[in-house]
């Protein structure tokens, strides 16, 4: 791996939003491994025929990938496996959606935002939060080559400098310009309910949103 690229895209969760994700990643020239908690046998039909292009493997395995895209439900999260995701540069792109999945206490009794609490849980993973505030059937329809002045931007926040070069590299090429929020803690700026999470925006008019909450970002 050069160390501004990304060749292998594994991704955690085979659902609505891992399946089209598996889809943009295959056009845009990635080798994209895809998994959920069934054995990669049981999937690879259904993978051929939705992500055709992207292989069926054991989580293990596309744990094992330069990014690992977290794309299962979030009240789920403990069921990662911490060992295999240890050292990997893991994007979150999940988030807490209680009128859906419920109400949990993980998310309701922490003040941080989910994906601090999630990086903990990792121990070891260098997590980016991103690609959540996307919808899944707006990927593959919103993607435009850079340069183009209405391109779509997506948010990215994190703590490791190489990591979030390697997402927003990874974004660019799914067709986005990419935005650095600033460290995790930022993804408040885009988590659910936020101005952000629920419009579509330029990259400007995203440094402009960033910009405008920092302050009650940096209070949280
Ligand atoms: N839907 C969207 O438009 C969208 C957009 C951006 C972000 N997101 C976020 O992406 C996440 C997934 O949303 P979704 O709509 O795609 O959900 P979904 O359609 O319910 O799919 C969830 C997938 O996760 C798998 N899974 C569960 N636990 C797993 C584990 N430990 N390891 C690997 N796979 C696991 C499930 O398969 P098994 O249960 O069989 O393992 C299933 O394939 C959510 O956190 C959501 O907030 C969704």
């Known amino acids: 791996m050069s160390s501004q690229q990304a060749t292998t895209i594994g991704i955690l969760g085979a659902g609505r939003a891992g399946t089209a994700l598996a889809r943009q990643a295959v056009k845009a020239g990635y080798q994209v491994r895809i998994a959920t908690t069934a054995p990669a046998a049981e999937n690879a039909l259904l993978v051929d025929i939705v992500t055709p292009g992207a292989v069926a493997v054991e989580s293990s395995q596309a744990a094992a990938s330069d990014l690992v ?18 050292g990997r540069i893991v994007i979150d792109a999940m988030n807490y ?12 009794s922490d003040s941080r935002t989910t994906s601090e609490v999630v990086e903990e849980f990792l121990r070891d993973a260098r ?64 988590q659910p309910a936020t101005e952000i999470f629920t419009g579509s925006h330029t990259a400007n008019q995203l440094v402009a949103l960033i910009q405008k909450v920092r302050p009650l970002v940096d209070a949280a």
């Open 97 to 108: 959606w209680a009128p859906v999945d419920g109400v949990f206490d993980d998310f309701e």
């Open 127 to 190: 997590v980016v939060k991103s690609l959540n505030h996307i919808g899944y059937h707006e990927l593959e329809e919103d993607d435009q080559p850079a340069g183009t002045a209405t391109r779509r931007a997506l948010a990215l926040a994190g703590d490791d400098a190489r990591a979030k070069a390697l997402v927003a590299n990874f974004i660019d090429r799914l067709g986005y310009d990419a935005v650095d929020a600033g460290p995790l803690a930022a993804g408040r700026s885009f």
């Open 69 to 86: 895209v977290l794309a299962i439900p979030l009240h789920k999260y403990r069921t990662l496996n911490q060992s295999d995701l240890a």
